[in-house]
């Protein structure tokens, strides 16, 4: 199991008990950010400390990690992925806060994912998938080299809110490590 992901500007590392404060402020109590996804808000300290202790659990055997400032350790989202068949891995949710957005911090763990499928787990395919509605989630995978492959109508557990979910996919042949700068798995 790899436990951290060490980026240009980030690490991509399990979850602590410390991060409570931080992650629950960055991300799970913004209600825009929920809004394109598929987990619910967490409104109050003790509903976060639960998902806290699910989250360091799920975390403990899974490719699924707090995206973390590499200057301060700060939480600032969640990235993961899960084996779906043989050698093809999907996003298991990707997500910056708010505030962070827009500074390259998505690109840079899309391109620590693909290092860690292709490299480390020696994968075969990348599967991404967004919210049609997620205008910057399709434009930052369709800017590192992602192909359409098909959609699907999912609907959302929490208020049965039907979304269109586009897949897109990245395959070894196209991965080419170089261009993606100070990674250490």
């Not at 399990?14 to 996804?37: C, P, R, T």
């Not at 360091?56 to 590499?70: D, G, P, R, T």
């Not at 957005?101 to 395919?125: A, C, N, P």
């Amino acid at each position: 199991m790899v436990n951290e992901l060490s980026l240009e500007h980030l690490i991509l590392r399990k979850a602590k008990m410390s991060d409570l404060d931080l992650i629950w402020h960055n991300v799970w109590q913004d209600e825009g950010l929920n809004e394109l996804m598929f987990w619910q808000t967490t409104k109050t300290l003790n509903e976060a400390k639960d998902r806290l202790r699910r989250t360091i659990e799920y975390q403990s055997n899974h490719y699924a990690y707090f995206v973390c400032l590499k200057s301060n350790d700060e939480p600032i989202g969640f990235a993961g992925v899960i084996e779906v068949s043989d050698k093809v891995y999907e996003d298991s949710g990707i997500c910056i806060a708010q505030r962070y957005q827009g500074l390259g911090y998505g690109k840079e763990v899309v391109e620590g994912l693909k290092m860690l499928i292709f490299d480390r787990l020696k994968g075969d395919r990348f599967l991404y998938s967004c919210f049609r509605e997620n205008k910057i989630s399709a434009n930052l995978c369709r800017s590192l080299g992602f192909t359409y492959l098909k959609s699907k109508v999912m609907v959302r557990p929490r208020d049965q809110k039907e979304f269109i979910t586009d897949y897109y996919y990245f395959d070894r042949g196209m991965f080419d490590r170089k261009y993606i700068k100070n990674c250490r798995l």
